[in-house]
């Protein structure tokens, strides 16, 4: 029973069976809520067609993709017009991804698409701990009168958990009532990632959702993007934080926020493609 069928265009190396896989990447190509600069929905368009001037092998873990099984199954067809109707169809695609035992990994797209795939994650892992790495902190209780924005996900994400399961580095962005319910009620480590080793030690088996908005790199790194902000982290850095959490329960990713044609250069593509590659390793 498999519904999912691959594209002509496929993340490099991630062409394994939905029987042998035990990851399943999907596009999400939305941006129906972008405050700022809209482009999302080209992201894991652009991010599949660069991927083939990547190497499968990564130097930093000494792992290969071609050893590992993962099936890319293609983009969702996300209606434009309808927030919620697209975060539905993101929620069922994870949720059967989920329902076979296989570990979801989401390419956006703007990052409300987040909200969609942790609605699935909550049904199966309600004590899952979600570890946020943005410029942002994505905590208004709305953005102009809307409750669903991708300037509100991670508020609407702390109220499927408990928001001290939500750990937030790199944020470094946001309205003062942002962070100041971020210091009462989330785990909140603002401007660098260098806490998420010490996390890491403490969360043993416990299930774990990665979530990565890539504008929490400098723009100087990765300038394509819609909400760029200066002041960001630098690759390394972001690859040390991801590597810490080698070994731990991670039950399902996402990957947000690029916008490609703000980047002529194609450098922030690329950018994007290797921290694919480092991430899909990471849970091998």
């Not at 630098?234 to 926020?257: H, K, P, Q, S, Y």
Request: glycine share 8%.
């Amino acid at each position: 029973m498999n519904k999912l069928q691959l594209e002509p265009s496929t993340f490099i190396a991630c062409d394994a069976s939905w029987e042998t896989a035990e990851t399943i990447l999907f596009g999400a190509p939305f941006d129906g809520t972008t405050s700022f600069r809209p482009g999302t929905r080209f992201g894991p368009a652009a991010v599949r067609l660069d991927s083939d001037g990547l190497e499968t092998y990564s130097p930093y873990q000494d792992k290969d993709l071609e050893d590992i099984a993962v099936m890319d199954s293609g983009d969702l067809a996300l209606p434009f017009g309808d927030t919620e109707a697209a975060l539905e169809m993101i929620t069922e695609r994870t949720e059967s991804i989920l329902a076979a035992g296989k570990r979801p990994f989401m390419i956006g797209g703007e990052h409300l698409v987040t909200l969609g795939a942790m609605r699935a994650v909550v049904a199966y892992h309600s004590e899952v701990e979600v570890l946020h790495f943005d410029a942002h902190a994505d905590l208004r209780d709305d953005y102009l009168g809307v409750s669903l924005s991708h300037a509100t996900v991670m508020r609407r994400v702390s109220e499927l958990i408990s928001p001290d399961r939500l750990h937030q580095f790199g944020i470094r962005s946001g309205t003062r009532e942002e962070f100041t319910y971020a210091r009462a009620h989330t785990d909140f480590h603002p401007f660098t990632v260098t806490a998420v080793a010490d996390l890491a030690k403490t969360l043993g088996n416990k299930p774990v959702y990665l979530s990565l908005d890539m504008d929490v790199l400098d723009p100087s790194i990765f300038p394509g993007t819609g909400t760029p902000e200066a002041g960001g982290i630098t690759w390394r850095d972001l690859l040390g934080a991801l590597l810490a959490l080698r070994g731990l329960n991670i039950i399902g990713m996402d990957v947000n926020e690029l916008s490609p044609h703000y980047d002529p250069s194609g450098v922030s593509t690329a950018v994007y493609g290797k921290t694919i590659r480092e991430m899909l390793l990471l849970v091998d």
